[in-house]
């Protein structure tokens, strides 16, 4: 398969996630009156669910492009994006504890990793030609 396509296969997914992670955060929430809770918890929790499903994306790309030699990055590079995306997201979630402008919580945290997982199943469920470096 032509590498364009693959490289705007997964650049797709992640323009997906960040219109979502937008629209979200700078249009839904702000205009929320806040009637329901689950609505509520949903729009607090999105903006840490997307990019947790479109960073590793991004980062496949990037790892598709490298000249490397190394197995581990020919062969898992969609793993090594979905680990590098989950370390830095929650890393940045962390540091949230010493903010006074941002807010830590836990279910950030676990929809994180929800998302990468969710980043995971969509690589499983991925045909083969979309894989391909």
């Given at each position: 398969m032509n590498k364009s396509k693959i490289v705007y296969y997964w650049f797709s997914i992640f323009a997906i996630c960040f219109l979502c992670f937008q629209g979200?955060?700078?249009?839904?929430?702000?205009?929320?009156?806040?009637?329901?809770?689950?609505?509520?918890?949903?729009?607090?929790?999105?903006?840490?669910?997307?990019?947790?499903?479109?960073?590793?994306?991004?980062?496949?790309?990037?790892?598709m492009q490298l000249m490397t030699s190394s197995k581990w990055l020919n062969e898992k590079n969609y793993l090594t994006?979905?680990?590098?995306?989950?370390?830095?997201l929650i890393a940045w979630e962390f540091m949230q504890?010493?903010?006074?402008?941002?807010?830590?919580d836990w279910n950030d945290v676990l929809w994180t990793i929800i998302g990468a997982g969710i980043f995971q199943l969509?690589?499983?469920?991925?045909?083969?030609k979309f894989k391909e470096k």
């Open positions: 979200v955060s700078y249009y839904l929430r702000p205009h929320y009156s806040g009637d329901n809770a689950l609505i509520s918890y949903f729009l607090g929790i999105a903006p840490n669910f997307f990019p947790a499903i479109g960073i590793p994306a991004l980062f496949v790309v990037f790892l994006a979905n680990l590098i995306s989950l370390s830095g504890f010493n903010s006074r402008k941002l807010h830590f969509i690589w499983v469920l991925t045909p083969a």
